[in-house]
């Protein structure tokens, strides 16, 4: 009797520990995880009277999915890495700019707004939009 009852609470214990979920279909109402690093990830571009330098008219930064960042159009100011904390976002440089120690480390902060698509520096007029794809690249 003993051995009865020992083995139907061992059934109970291993059945209560299974997967409940493992027949359910994923319901698409429930929301989803928004990877920020996608969010955020392209070409972002200097906007405004910033934008016009003898160098180039478009300057900027490349934010990639796995946190590095490039510049674009900047040779002393290069772009390295990238962390965002809510719309917070840090992007960490090197600039070798005339009159700055070489390779000096510099960190950009700004305020992302999602909606707008701009990231706008802290303590400066910088502002970057996001760059839209190239109709031509729609396709591909």
Do not use: H
Not at 50 to 58: K, Q, V
Not at 109 to 138: C, H, P, W
């Amino acid at each position: 009797m003993n051995k009865n009852i020992l083995l139907a609470l061992s059934v109970l214990a291993i059945t209560a520990c299974g997967n409940s979920n493992a027949n359910k279909p994923m319901d698409d109402d429930q929301p989803k995880k928004v990877n920020m690093a996608d969010s955020i990830a392209g070409d972002w571009i200097v906007t405004g009277d910033e934008a016009t330098n003898e160098m180039s008219d478009t300057m900027g930064v490349t934010l990639k999915k796995d946190g590095s960042a490039q510049s674009i159009n900047m040779p002393t100011y290069q772009y390295r890495k990238w962390t965002l904390k809510n719309d917070t976002i840090i992007m960490n440089a090197v600039s070798t700019a005339e009159g700055m120690p070489a390779d000096t480390a510099v960190n950009d902060t700004g305020i992302v707004d999602f909606k707008a698509n701009t990231i706008t520096l802290l303590g400066g007029d910088i502002v970057y939009k996001r760059r839209q794809a190239e109709s031509n690249n729609a396709g591909k």
